[in-house]
């Protein structure tokens, strides 16, 4: 009993900081913004602190809310400039706080969480700014974490927030939901940024800090959280559905030590199988006359999680959805993928033709999976040596440790199994 | 069994909400843990970081009074058979897992050694 008591749901901190600063911020505007997040940290800082000696109230939440609320409130007593406009506009302190108690209201809070988000989308930002606000602001990491999260330095995450905030707050942005006309557009970009933040901590050649994860929960909680509300569209329960295919197989990329383990040497019954059952259900939830690229990624996705084995997957699906991607978009990783799955449908040199004319393309030069790829396929074709050069090729490519790692381990297997064949022989 | 003072001054590294959490939780379960084994006779409080000072002359001189890292954040009161295992109890504070340090005093017992 006092354990539970006595602790608080994983992550609280930052995803109240998060509500306080969507709700507060819609109450007096992103100029305010600076000062909003100021008093979320003081009203974080004073709960810390009492509640670390007299344990935590019933109802932190409320407790929070309330000191935050009436930080924000003492300082903007102060400001003469408010006081004026709320003269003016002939609403009082009191009248703006019953609006904000009944914003913080669990039934209104994500009302005022979608606002933001569609502000820390906005165009007028570069999409890695908008990921850096979304996490910032959305999601309660601090500049720290942001700037562990995309890699970047401490300065520049802080820096380019600033500048976005004041790009913000000059163009006047509102906190209201974009009109129909806007709305389409608008969600695209939230989309995509929701995307392109999953994959930033889905990404294994970005370590095993474990910070990653928390990217991804994220990311699939804000697109959970849009897809229930009726702005959101038929694309946005499919890259709902696409995050959690991913999720399902998030700890089975991995080994104890953090190396990588490639889809074909996952133990799949490590793969999380409710997510996976959940994932099909927002797929058959999005289902639409004209699927999205997302869509199309989500049935892949799903193919793979359903597949008992890999050589029991459906590999001709597979292909023939990349090839419907590749009228979508014409990306060189669909190509790659397409033909990865061509090989493994049994056409080996037809895939291997694909993938020799792709190490042309300058976007993919250097990449080692491509490498690792065509490794692949030689081993399918049972030439191990090939199979072991390509694997040397792909070992060249990279830097990182762990890939190094998942590299080296790859060709100990196959100079092993070499061996053993040759000690066997004699 | 001798009491003895900790006091605690500095919290660098838990500005950001994620490591309040972390930090405030290892402070709990410290704080349980002092209180069930018996040592822990007083959790303390922690010290608001503004206040003043009256000096010699009587003048009044306002907070802050000192860099973040020297500001006296808050204390608790420990029991312990002697110095060194006070400052092994003291090991096991959180405060050093935010970048503080933890100041460890022997109480002078005024009162008892007089009787």
């Known amino acids: 009993m006092n354990q539970s008591t006595n602790q608080l749901v994983e992550h609280f901190f930052r995803h109240e900081s998060a509500k306080l600063i969507a709700v507060l911020t819609r109450a007096f505007g992103l100029r305010r913004i600076d000062l909003i997040e100021d008093m979320v940290q003081v009203a974080m800082m004073e709960a810390m602190n009492s509640w670390k000696l007299n344990g935590i109230p019933p109802n932190p939440s409320a407790w929070i ?33 019953l609006v904000i ?32 606000l979304t996490l910032k602001t959305l999601c309660g990491f601090g500049l720290s974490e942001v700037a562990r999260a995309l890699l970047l330095p401490i ?5 380019r927030i600033q500048r976005a905030k004041k790009s913000l707050a000059g163009a006047k942005v509102s906190l209201e939901l974009p009109d129909d006309e806007q709305l389409e557009q608008r969600l695209d970009v939230v989309h995509d940024v929701l995307y ?120 001709s699906g597979i292909s023939a959805l990349y090839g419907r991607l590749l009228e979508l978009h014409n990306s060189p990783m669909y190509e790659l993928n397409q033909a990865i799955a061509i090989g493994e449908s049994g056409a080996t040199h037809e895939a291997l033709t694909r993938l020799m004319q792709l190490k042309d393309h300058p976007k993919l030069e250097g990449y080692f999976l491509l490498d690792c790829a065509i490794a692949r396929i030689h081993l399918l074709e049972d030439d ?43 | 069994m001798p009491k003895y003072m900790f ?56 907070g802050p009074f000192a ?3 020297e500001l006296v954040g808050g204390y608790s009161m420990v029991e312990a058979a002697n110095i060194a295992a006070a400052i092994e109890l003291a090991k096991g504070s959180p405060i050093a897992v935010s970048g503080g340090t933890v100041e460890v005093r022997a109480l002078a017992n005024v009162e008892m050694a007089n009787e």
């Open chain 1, 196 to 315: 392109l933040m999953f994959n930033e901590g889905y990404s294994t050649s970005r370590g095993a800090d474990p910070i990653r994860s928390d990217i991804c929960e994220e990311a699939a909680r804000l697109c959970h959280l849009l897809c229930q509300n009726p702005c959101s569209s038929p694309a946005t329960k499919a890259l709902l559905a696409l995050m959690l295919f991913h999720a399902s197989r998030f700890e089975a990329r991995t080994d104890d030590l953090g190396s990588v383990i490639l889809l074909e040497d996952q133990c799949r019954s490590d793969w999380d199988h409710q997510l996976i059952g959940s994932a099909q259900g927002w797929l058959a939830q999005s289902k639409c006359g004209q699927p999205t690229t997302y869509h199309l990624e989500a049935t892949i996705a799903m193919l793979h999680c359903i597949a008992p084995c890999i050589k029991k997957t459906d590999w």
């Open chain 1, 384 to 426: 191990t040596m090939k199979a072991v050069d390509s694997y040397l090729m792909a070992r060249s490519k990279t830097a990182a440790v762990h890939e190094h790692e998942l590299i080296d381990k790859k060709i100990r297997k196959l100079t092993e199994i070499t061996q053993d064949d040759r000690t066997q022989s004699h």
């Open chain 1, 155 to 159: 300065e520049t995450v802080k820096k």
């Open chain 1, 65 to 97: 809310h309330l000191a935050a609320k009436n930080r924000i409130l003492d300082s903007l007593r102060r400001e003469k400039t408010f006081a004026k406009a709320m003269a003016l506009s002939g609403q009082t302190l009191a009248s703006q706080e």
């Open chain 2, 67 to 69: 860099e973040s890292k």
């Open chain 2, 7 to 62: 006091v605690y001054r500095g919290c660098e590294n838990c500005h950001e909400p994620e490591e309040m959490q972390k930090f405030m939780q290892l402070w709990m379960d410290w704080i349980q843990v002092g209180e069930e084994a018996g040592w822990l006779i007083d959790k303390g409080d922690g010290l608001e970081p503004d206040g003043a000072i009256v000096n010699p002359d009587l003048s009044i001189t306002d």
């Open chain 1, 101 to 132: 108690d009944q914003w913080l209201e669990d039934e209104h809070i994500a009302d005022s969480l979608l606002r933001m988000m569609f502000v820390c989308c906005h165009p007028l930002n570069d999409r890695q700014t908008q990921i850096a």
